[in-house]
């Protein structure tokens, strides 16, 4: 509640952010009356009776943008909360529901008594829907800008859909040079300006919506533009580039000091597979592969580097000071029967006692072991959810109709565990008794795919998949328009190497690959035009505990458990710092999910947000979970698409799933799709900060796996491209 008074008193106040004492502001933002929907000539809607629901036309955010048809918007509108279009320019609908065709120039002539009741019981009006905004950034690339989608008209949210530049992205300057405008922090710059266009015209009464209840989702690289949105609202430290672009609500005096009438945090997340941090992620992914002690890297060189930047992370892990209250993540994780410790999370090593996880064990893994579980237990106990699905019998025969109507919760458990189960997606893989156990984690089971969308494409269930983009190594994916989503860096493409028992094709030796990466972080760490840190600007945790950070009131994160595309450590430790911060924070590792997953088993992106605006804002309906309706009738499936886990996974007489640490490494190993850490560009893969140019791809930025290479120089230098 004390958070809620915050923002309001912040928004209805005109929030003022000063980024020095101020003298002589400016007179006037020339931003504003550009930005104003009212003074749009070009602005035009389009009324989807289908829908009940107008949507706005491709719309310019920023009032200098660089390239046009990436920096710009669209806005769909529940029908409910509209009278029609102004347009004469008098305040009066001339074109409504009724005799609307086509695309027509015009401003809304807002609804205020309208509204919709969500098919959750929630209640909205103009002043008071949500907005959802669905980010780009797959693949940290850029998203054209696309009408948006209608999808969420009869949730009675205000939905929209913004382009952004992205590593791809260049235009060709007055000498006829190709420039590349796609390195941090665009992609995260314009998702914020994007969020004060809407603003702006909700405060000027051009568009309905509460300018306080923006949420905002993505995922995969777009869930990590999500997160890093979440993490550095109002942070006065991207005012510079905002300002260049000539962004809603910021004007500056001569001396260079910032004034800030417009925020863009926002009030809720959804992160889905966010790739971030990556500042940290390729220890991340190197120690979640070296607790699998089974596991069989592809060179002596990546299994030495690994066990490197494993050592690095507990070190890092370990400087933090990190400590979580049990109440907050709900697990008594010093073992005395209560939630009520602040539990200091460290990692230690002891080879000899802790063999199967090459020693190292402490409470931040009891923590993300702790995770897992609840997870697990969370899917299992959602099973009377599912529908469509199709279960077996032991002998491998589809269940008859009367069986499935017969099973307990006890008996759906049972059988998901034993693989004996077709979700009706190819995607979740695996095979039906092919077992996961210690003796397989050497080999990813058969069936069980590299990543990929398991079942439901975007997280509201309301797209095909496919929709969030987030294939790590590009081809075909698409945005929820069906426009290709751009993949890649600039000129090669993904630098992964998944697999490949090369340790490096661009790097003849040792020393030049050394040389490659001292040269391109020096370049990093001078500072771009703005003398900022590229790599500080697209890391939430930099800016979690930030002075200068308007938070959100809640986040939640969902990343598939056996996806290979980030290291599950990554969203913990945001969970953590935003826990820490006293943001609502929640993370889950959907079981059995791959990269992006939907949600599923009774619960969607609406809901989510449905519950907590019943949590959080006085008045709301308390939203709960509509009741199962048990499966009765059996699908179609000829064959189980289940993985066999029950040789590690077991289940108490309460129906309680218990594992070991070991066994979650061999899940995470056998399910991933990414080697570690063996890229031609050792850094994380395609994902990067600084994409390149007509001569030059990605740029080496991590400082750890620098460190790894020189400290370590004895050990990995003669391993290095010898197999």
Not at 446 to 467: I, L, S, T, V
Not at 552 to 564: I, K, L, Q
Request: proline share 3%.
């Amino acid at each position: 509640m004390k958070r809620l008074k915050r923002w309001i008193s912040l928004l209805l106040a005109a929030m003022l952010i000063t980024c020095a004492a101020l003298a002589g502001a400016e007179n006037a933002d020339t931003a504003a009356d550009a930005l104003n929907l009212k003074n749009n000539p070009d602005q035009a809607w389009t009324y989807q009776a289908d829908a009940d629901a107008w949507v706005l036309s491709v719309t310019p955010y920023v009032a200098q943008p660089v390239l046009a048809e990436y920096q710009s918007l669209s806005v769909c509108v529940p029908g409910a909360y509209v009278l029609g279009l102004d347009t004469d320019g008098d305040g009066a609908a001339d074109v409504t529901a009724a005799n609307a065709s086509g695309e027509t120039k015009g401003s809304l002539v807002l609804n205020a008594e309208g509204t919709v009741t969500s098919p959750y019981g929630q209640v909205y009006t103009a002043a008071t829907a949500p907005v959802l905004f669905e980010t780009g950034g797959a693949g940290y690339s850029a998203q054209r800008s696309s009408a948006a989608s209608t999808n969420y008209a009869a949730n009675g949210f205000i939905y929209m859909t913004a382009g952004n530049r992205g590593k791809q992205s260049s235009y060709t300057d007055e000498n006829g040079q190709t420039v590349y405008t796609g390195d941090a922090p665009d992609m995260i710059v314009d998702g914020k300006a994007a969020i004060r266009f809407v603003r702006h015209n909700i405060a000027l009464g051009n568009l309905p919506g509460s300018a306080e209840l923006l949420v905002v989702t993505g995922g995969s690289g777009a869930g990590a533009h999500t997160m890093m949105i979440a993490s550095t609202g109002d942070n006065p430290v991207y005012f510079d580039y905002l300002y260049a672009l000539g962004a809603a609500g910021l004007t500056r005096d001569a001396s260079g000091a910032y004034t800030s009438t417009v925020s863009d945090a926002v009030w809720g997340a959804l992160g889905y597979s966010p790739i971030t941090s990556l500042a940290e992620a390729d220890m991340a992914m190197a120690f979640e592969y070296t607790l699998d002690a089974g596991y069989s890297f592809s060179t002596a060189f990546q299994k030495q580097l690994a066990a490197v930047l494993s050592e690095q992370y507990m070190e890092e892990i370990n400087s933090r000071n990190l400590s979580v209250e049990e109440a907050k993540v709900g697990f008594d994780l010093d073992g005395d029967g209560a939630l009520s410790s602040t539990v200091a999370l460290t990692i230690e090593r002891d080879e000899a006692a802790y063999h199967e996880t090459n020693g190292y064990h402490g409470t931040y893994l009891d923590l993300y072991l702790a995770e897992f579980t609840q997870s697990l237990q969370s899917y299992l106990d959602r099973l009377d959810y599912a529908e469509g699905w199709t279960w077996f019998n032991a002998d491998g025969t589809a269940m008859t109709d009367e069986q499935v109507a017969a099973m307990t919760a006890a008996d759906r458990a049972e059988a998901f565990l034993q693989g004996r189960v077709n979700t009706g997606s190819s995607s979740r893989g695996g095979r039906m008794g092919g077992g996961m156990g210690r003796g397989m984690r050497d080999q990813r089971p058969e069936g069980m795919p590299e990543g990929g969308f398991p079942g439901g494409g975007m997280p509201g269930g309301n797209f095909p998949a496919g929709d969030m983009g987030g294939a790590p190594q590009g081809g075909g994916v698409t945005d929820s328009a069906g426009n290709a989503v751009e993949v890649g860096t600039p000129n090669q493409g993904t630098t992964q190497a998944a697999g490949s028992a090369t340790d490096s094709s661009s790097y003849a030796t040792y020393d030049a690959m050394v040389a490659a990466y001292e040269a391109d972080i020096a370049e990093v760490l001078a500072g771009d035009e703005y003398g900022n840190n590229t790599v500080s600007l697209y890391d939430p945790l930099q800016w979690i505990a930030d002075e200068g950070t308007t938070l959100p009131t809640w986040v939640r994160m969902m990343n598939g458990a056996r996806e290979g595309d980030i290291a599950m450590f990554n969203s913990l430790n945001i969970e953590l710092a935003l826990l820490n911060a006293g943001v609502d924070a929640e993370v889950e590792w959907q079981w059995n999910g791959g990269h992006v997953p939907g949600e599923v088993l009774g619960d969607s992106l609406a809901l989510r947000i449905d519950s907590m605006v019943g949590k959080y804002v006085e008045g709301a309906v308390q939203v709960e979970k509509p009741a199962a309706t048990a499966q009765t009738a059996n699908g179609t499936a000829e064959s189980a698409n289940g993985t066999d886990v029950s040789s590690w996974v077991t289940l108490d007489e309460n129906g309680q799933a218990h594992f070991t640490l070991a066994d979650i490494a061999a899940y995470r190993t056998a399910g991933a799709s990414k080697a570690m850490p063996a890229f031609d560009v050792l850094d994380y893969g395609q994902e990067d900060y600084v994409f390149g140019s007509d001569t030059q791809d990605a740029r080496h930025w991590d400082t750890h796996v620098l460190q790894a290479l020189t400290e370590n120089r004895d050990t990995l230098e003669s391993l290095f491209n010898a197999e």
